[in-house]
């Protein structure tokens, strides 16, 4: 499992470079893809080191409170690309008078899930905003979820890459069960602190808690479906759904794997490593 995991993140590795190398035309047909992958095994290209030149057109996946959207969005910063969360999308519509407003909000009073067309509808009109400004790029949070919209996506632009951000389920059950709410600001933050003790060749692994100001820590309430059996069902749910787009983006070889070493001082460098920008940070932050 290992060695194919390896493989997996190798392969993801090399069509990142050889994407980057491409143009921003689809890439659709089979042929495309075969001829992408002999040129992976036939000379295997150095990762490129220029960012301004790459399609940062990448899509974010991760289980409930991975810390997905933290990622993403700092990502998107760096990068300079819109970070595009479908969940941003559907709360944007609802508060607005766009054309899906009236629909949207019946779908969601009566509790129902947004359908694709709804959302990919949505996400269209974003992406053309984006190009109208001249923004160019995006990542992608909490699209596509099933099979269906992966194949919808494709349709409507090019993926170059899908980076799925995992932790141990001890650490992101702790996570999950540690989140608290202040109830008068919203302000949210983290008690867990997660120390788990490296044994038998595994890592350990440490999480700082996020523990809020004093002001808010006697007003911290907790969301009443962060139990251990919901949370636990959550991730069950999400595991089985998720696995199928995995597959689909593995089989196109655009699956970069990414398991999160701790919290985000351990998780970021070592995630610009595996996106191969920690040139880029360093160059950011001369400049700045
Ligand atoms: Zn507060």
């Given amino acids: 499992m290992a060695v194919l995991n390896r493989v997996l993140r190798l392969r993801a590795a090399s069509s990142f470079s050889v994407r980057s190398f491409r143009s921003s035309s689809f890439l659709n047909s089979e042929t495309d893809l075969k001829a992408s992958s002999s040129v992976i095994a036939q000379n295997s290209l150095p ?3 220029d960012v301004k030149d ?18 993403a969005s700092r990502l998107s910063t760096l990068l300079g690309v819109p970070h595009i969360a479908t969940g941003d999308l559907v709360r ?16 969601v009073n009566q509790g129902k ?23 160019t790029g995006f990542i992608l949070d ?7 919209q992966a ?9 170059d890459l899908v980076v799925n951000l995992k932790l141990r389920e001890e650490a992101l059950l702790a996570k999950c069960l540690g989140r608290r709410i202040c109830s008068e600001c919203g ?19 440490y999480m700082a808690p996020l523990l809020p100001p004093p002001h808010c820590a006697s007003k911290l309430i907790t969301r009443s479906d962060d139990t251990e059996e919901v949370v636990k ?23 970069l794997e990414f398991d999160l070493p701790g919290g985000i001082p351990e998780s970021w460098p070592k995630l610009l490593q595996a996106l191969n920008l920690e040139d880029h940070e360093d160059k950011q932050s001369a400049a700045a």
Avoid at 55 to 71: A, D, I, M, R, S
Avoid at 143 to 148: E, G, L, N, V
């Fill in 92 to 107: 944007d519509e609802l508060s607005s008078s766009g054309p899906f407003a009236l629909q949207l909000a019946e779908v």
């Fill in 233 to 255: 069902e959550r991730l069950r749910i999400y595991n089985d759904k998720s696995q199928p787009v995995e597959g689909f983006y593995c089989s196109r070889g655009k699956l």
């Fill in 151 to 159: 194949e919808i996506l494709e349709g409507v632009t090019d993926i």
């Fill in 113 to 135: 899930l947004v359908s694709d067309e709804i959302i990919i509808n949505l996400l269209s009109k974003r992406l053309e905003a984006s190009a109208a400004k001249g923004e």
């Fill in 142 to 148: 909490g699209f596509p979820r099933t099979i269906r």
């Fill in 187 to 205: 302000g949210n933050y983290n008690v867990a602190c997660i120390d788990i003790k490296g044994e038998d060749g595994k890592p350990g692994m």
């Fill in 54 to 71: 790459r399609n940062v057109q990448w899509v974010f996946l991760g289980c409930p409170g991975v810390g997905k959207g933290t990622y």
């Fill in 47 to 49: 990762l490129q080191r």
